[in-house]
Structures are given as C-alpha cells and as structure tokens.
C-alpha cells in the first residue's frame, strides 16, 4: 500500500510532464480564437481587465491591500494538505457564488467582477502558501505565488518557461534582487488576461451569464488550487532531498 508520500509524488510527476510538454494543436488553435475575441472586445474592456490586473499585481508586490498570513508550523504534509483541501473548497464555493451574482447583473457588472475574482484567487494563494510554512510578508514567496498564478493563467507555451523558473526555488529564491520592480508584470497581465477572456467571455451575455460565472469560477478556483499544491509539493520534496543530502 502507498503511503501519502508515494502517492502525491506520483501524482507531482504526471503535473511536471502537463506543465512542460509543447503546445499541441488544441494550445495553438486556443491561441488563434483567443485573438479573434480580442478583435471583438471593446477596448474599454480591455483597458479595465488591464488595469485590474496591473494593479493587483503591484499590490501583491509591494503588499499594499493584502493582509499578511502568518505561516503555519510545518506538520506532516498529510495533515498539511488536509487544511489546504479545505481552504480550496471554502474559495470554490464563495468564487462561484459571486460569479453567478455578478453575472445575473448585465454586462457592467460581470465586468466590474475580473478584480474581484483576481483578489479571490491571490487570497487563496496566500493562505496555501501560509498552510504550507511559507511567510508571505517576504516579497520572494509574494514573487513565487505570482509564478504560481502564471502557471495556471497563461498559454501552454508561457507555461513551460515559468515552470523552469520555480524549479529549486529554494535555491534560485536566495540569488533574487532586492528590486521587486523587475518582475515582469505586463507578461503576467497580458498572458492572464488572453486566459480569462475565453473562458469569461460568455459570462458577459445576457440570459446565461449567471450559469457561467457561477461554473467557470467555480472551475477556475480548482485548477488554482491544484496548481499551487503541486507547486509546493515540489518545493516541499526538492527541499526535503536537499536537506537529506546534507546530513548523509
């Protein structure tokens, strides 16, 4: 029988592969629908999507608007992700409720929901990171939650670059500057906001609106939160191993 340790890791190796395989034609065919929609979109839409997510994001950095959790003590990563399976379900169910909100609202209001629903899910990330023993307050696990956002939000091709980056973070986070400035937003917000258009888009129509903010956030939430966890899964065996190594 597996223990906890063998079957998460089992399942960490088959979401390395997803996350650094090449785009195939379904990616690329996204791709090619993604900027059609972009022609159809009102840039005022565009410009307010936009503007959300720069802002968010400053805030993530700098923490302005974001209260600080402080980290958990490190128990077993069993009872670890317990909490954290918990904490995903709660976010679920509150994204989907305020998707289907606003999207029995009309067009403004579905609109007016994107940094809404871009602070839910920052939220989220937060308190993972905290479940798992990291402290937010420093700017370089702010930066790795960001990474994180990334690889949930972004295409195929994006993704495979940003999972290199958060390979044996433990080690890369310690060689960062101390000018967060340098993260670069503006292929964050661009990469997300080409993501959250196709699968939002329908929200904004009138009569269905409801139903698909409430499935699609409800969707969204859970593959971030799938993400994240295997995110420091990774973190949490590349660091065990190195720590293994040490006192061998």
Same mark, same amino acid.
């Given at each position: 029988?597996?223990?906890?340790?063998?079957?998460?890791?089992?399942?960490?190796?088959?979401?390395?592969?997803?996350?650094?395989?090449?785009?195939?034609?379904?990616?690329?065919?996204?791709?090619?629908?993604?900027?059609?929609?972009?022609?159809?979109?009102?840039?005022?839409?565009?410009?307010?999507?936009?503007?959300?997510?720069?802002?968010?994001?400053?805030?993530?950095?700098?923490?302005?608007?974001?209260?600080?959790?402080?980290?958990?003590?490190?128990?077993?990563?069993?009872?670890?992700?317990?909490?954290?399976?918990?904490?995903?379900?709660?976010?679920?169910?509150?994204?989907?409720?305020?998707?289907?909100?606003?999207?029995?609202?009309?067009?403004?209001?579905?609109?007016?929901?994107?940094? *809404?629903? #871009?602070?839910?899910?920052?939220? @989220?990330?937060?308190? $993972?990171? !905290?479940?798992? =023993?990291?402290? %937010?307050?420093?700017?370089?696990?702010?930066?790795?939650?960001?990474?994180?956002?990334?690889?949930?939000?972004?295409?195929?091709?994006?993704?495979?670059?940003?999972?290199?980056?958060?390979?044996?973070?433990?080690?890369?986070?310690?060689?960062?500057?101390?000018?967060?400035?340098?993260?670069?937003?503006?292929?964050?917000?661009?990469?997300?906001?080409?993501? *959250?258009? #196709?699968?939002?888009?329908?929200? @904004?129509?009138?009569? $269905?609106? !409801?139903?698909? =903010?409430?499935? %699609?956030?409800?969707?969204?939430?859970?593959?971030?939160?799938?993400?994240?966890?295997?995110?420091?899964?990774?973190?949490?065996?590349?660091?065990?191993?190195?720590?293994?190594?040490?006192?061998?």
């Amino acid at each position: 029988m597996l223990t906890y340790e063998e079957k998460i890791q089992s399942e960490l190796v088959r979401w390395q592969q997803k996350m650094q395989k090449r785009p195939n034609f379904i990616d690329r065919t996204s791709k090619k629908v993604q900027d059609k929609l972009n022609n159809i979109i009102p840039d005022k839409v565009h410009e307010a999507i936009t503007a959300s997510i720069k802002q968010m994001t400053r805030a993530v950095l700098t923490g302005a608007e974001f209260t600080t959790s402080m980290p958990l003590p490190k128990s077993s990563i069993e009872e670890t992700e317990i909490a954290v399976r918990k904490r995903i379900e709660f976010y679920k169910k509150a994204g989907a409720a305020e998707g289907g909100i606003t999207g029995a609202g009309g067009f403004w209001l579905a609109l007016a929901e994107f940094p *809404i629903l #871009l602070g839910i899910k920052l939220k @989220l990330l937060f308190e $993972i990171a !905290a479940l798992y =023993g990291y402290p %937010v307050d420093d700017y370089r696990e702010r930066l790795f939650i960001l990474h994180v956002f990334q690889l949930t939000f972004s295409s195929q091709k994006q993704r495979q670059h940003v999972f290199q980056q958060i390979i044996q973070w433990h080690v890369k986070c310690k060689e960062l500057p101390e000018d967060i400035n340098q993260f670069d937003w503006k292929t964050f917000q661009q990469e997300y906001r080409d993501y *959250i258009d #196709l699968a939002k888009l329908a929200q @904004l129509i009138p009569g $269905i609106g !409801a139903a698909v =903010g409430l499935v %699609v956030n409800y969707r969204l939430l859970d593959q971030l939160g799938k993400t994240a966890m295997n995110a420091y899964r990774m973190r949490w065996f590349e660091e065990k191993n190195t720590l293994l190594a040490v006192t061998s």
